[in-house]
């Protein structure tokens, strides 16, 4: 029996996800993060047409039941390629797009992967479970880098310290060490409510799968695909996933200032892509009591105008 069939996953915000995009019966819609398939599993039961991506081959390997199970296409790749991918497949638009933003309970869950510092297992924290590992970076980059990638991704204020006790503990093979170098570094009492180790980890997570960048390109593709009412909903754990969502859709539905007395003013206003956003959602108690995790996810969603996608304008330009 399969991981996912011994053990089915409900995502968060499952039902506010759901009443974001507003599924009429035959519309085609994407999950650009099947993970263990629970919101596909959900959109396929409301009767949509699901197309479902997961660059993890563990995900897709162990998922194909379910996909097969509720007639879910389910495409090996990251979802910022969703334009091209779905194009192999006849679709150039789509009636929504759902994005379950960072690291996955599976992958969190499953010691050999090396995501988490709650068990040792090697430090490797590749989504694609390919190219450079967590190892790789730490025991090559040279130390200013490795500070500013603490900082810049984990939110880190002393992250030049726990670069520098990095580079002196190298080689660093497993997640047990790492995580000893850190608290070491920053201090760790066994009743802290945080354990210190949490934004490193991140960051280096976040590096390595190149996270970040992968959501901002999946955004510009999610303008592309989504026809004229499509709608878009995002759930983000923390706040540099939020903030690059908040400030796209903003941006993409005319929420920037048309300028001021210290700013010139933009000679013609793009016409918004997206009309303005929805109030961000947050889990609920009830939620919350189930699964803890939900407390850090924000959902946002908003909904696709007529107006030519960005990409489309440059490239007339």
């Known amino acids: 029996m399969s991981a996912l069939a011994a053990a089915p996953h409900v995502p968060v915000l499952l039902a506010e996800v759901l009443d974001a995009l507003a599924i009429a019966p035959g519309e085609v819609h994407v999950d650009g993060t099947f993970g263990a398939g629970g919101y596909s599993s959900a959109m396929a039961m409301a009767q949509a047409r699901v197309f479902a991506f997961d660059r993890d081959p563990d995900a897709i390997r162990e998922g194909q039941a379910v996909a097969d199970a509720h007639g879910i296409m389910l495409i090996p790749g990251e979802f910022s390629r969703m334009v091209e991918l779905l194009a192999e497949h006849g679709i150039g638009k789509v009636s929504g797009i759902t994005l379950d933003i960072g690291v996955s309970s599976m992958q969190l869950d499953r010691v050999e992967r090396g995501f988490s510092f709650q068990s040792d297992g090697p430090l490797d924290m590749t989504m694609s479970q390919d190219g450079m590992s967590a190892a790789d970076f730490l025991n090559s980059a040279a130390e200013e880098e490795i500070a500013d990638i603490i900082y810049r991704y984990g939110e880190e204020p002393r992250s030049r310290r726990v670069a520098r006790a990095i580079v002196e ?132 969603a908003a909904v696709r105008t007529s107006a030519p996608a960005s990409s489309t304008r440059s490239n007339r330009a």
């Open 169 to 300: 503990a190298r080689p660093l093979e497993r997640t047990s060490q790492l995580a000893a170098v850190v608290r070491r570094a920053l201090g760790h009492k066994p009743h802290d409510k945080k354990d210190p180790a949490t934004r490193t980890f991140q960051a280096i997570r976040i590096h390595v799968n190149r996270e970040l960048e992968e959501l901002e390109r999946a955004l510009d593709a999610a303008e592309t695909l989504l026809e004229e009412g499509g709608r878009l909903a995002i759930v983000t754990f923390h706040s540099l996933e939020d903030r690059i969502v908040k400030q796209y859709l903003r941006k993409r539905s005319g929420g920037e200032g048309a300028g001021s007395r210290h700013l010139p003013a933009r000679a013609v206003a793009d016409a918004p892509t997206f009309a303005r956003p929805a109030k961000p959602v947050r889990a609920g108690a009830a939620e919350l009591a189930r699964n803890p995790r939900a407390r850090s996810a924000t959902l946002r």
